[in-house]
């Protein structure tokens, strides 16, 4: 007997990884900037679909914020943008890697210190924040959700500095881990990232006033003009008087931001260390087909993420470039699991054959990865059941052998199907006549940047700072520690 199938509304279970969040924020006096927030989180949406808030405050004003769980079209009515007045606004879009997704943990968060009022949106994911929430429970403070981004905001505006450059020097000594962060104060818009720079950042011009966004994308659709991206370790503080920037001293020179942003995560149209994403996956592909040439008809790629890849593998080889899948890009909020016969379903209700461009056909499917290995076994059997004769799988990225500590949600190490299987034991689980995954060589070529610069953790094992092996996304949800004792000289 099937067990219950039960109805769960949240991010459905596409056996892929998930990324954090995305961030935005503008300085903009005289535009209507809670609006403009609105489009910006739109185009990061791909980011993360659990939460979605806006923070806004007029010039030396306090600071008005609204969050609402679900998609940011489902989380701001008419009246809560129209509320959201000032010069000066953050968003926030939100998947939840640590702390679970509920209304307490969506963002903007609000957190007041002595020196400072801030809201704050944080794209990563922060290792020791379990210790620091206990430290800063010593200081007296409390906490209302599980986040770790919580905790960030309250070293923040409780860090003992009276100025954005000591603040951050205070907090990068502090925290472990991957943070991109937006921060607004009633005058102020500041935008950090982390000294390994694991999240991307960057910075634009919005006519007279400044954005700040995680992906060049939302820069692209509000109209503003991309100046750069931000260094690891640099906070970029925008008020009246314009730009201020100060890298952290301690920043390292070995920077790692996470190359999985190239693979998946990053949308294609955006710019990544310089280069658009869209040509760095059609480089993946071409290095895909001179590692694992096959003989076929036709190359599909699983939309849309695998697109580029597809049409670069296609390119290499001389084989020709077909849509063989559709996406139903309105399959969300709600999913049903989980007996294996409505599993099957919610991958046919995400994709569809096209059985005039695949039938009796041999195919090259590129999809961008196998984490869990939970779709890649239906799509195969869509394919074949849609008449495709052979179905050739190709991989743009390694196998993933190791979970990520750093803001993108892969499950745990047991549920990784690479962790656990070879190659061709995945083959076979997955129904594929062939498997072919890219190289790390290959991957670092199609980046075309010093590898040195990025983490590769979930391909390698090996994480640019050490790492709590097998880490509990829920793991500030359990009932506080005994609170640490107040660190002498450092907040009165
Ligand atoms: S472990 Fe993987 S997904 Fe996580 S930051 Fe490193 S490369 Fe990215």
Redesign the pocket.
Known sequence: MPSQSRLRTGTPDTGR?REACGIFGIFAPGEDVARISFFGLFALQHRGQESAGIAAASRGGSISIHTSMGLVSQAFREGDLEALKGDIAIGHTRYSTMGAPKRANAQPILARGPNVTLALGHNGNVINASDLRNELTGWGLSFDGSSDSEVIAQLYANAPARNWPDRSAYCMRRLRG?YSLVMMTGTELVGVRDPLG??PLCLGKFGDGYVIASESCALDHIGAELIREIEPGETVVIDQAGVHSFVWPGARSQH??????HIY?ARPDSILDGKRAYATRLAMGAELARLHPVDVDLVIGVPDSATAAAVGYSRESGTPYGEGLVKNRYVGRTFIQPDQKLRDLGVQLKFNPVPEAIAGKRLVVVDDSIVRGTTTPRVVKLLRKAGASEVHLRICAPP?I???????D?GRMTELIAAQRSVEQIRAFVGADTLGFLDMPGLMRAVDVDDNR??????TGI??IPVQLDMDKLQLERPTAVAAPKPIGVRS
Do not use: K
């Open positions: 990884p991957a694991i999240r790692a931001m996470c190359v999985f942003e995560f993933i190791s979970t990520c500590h750093f803001g993108v892969m990025y983490c590769r953790g979930c391909f994480y640019p």
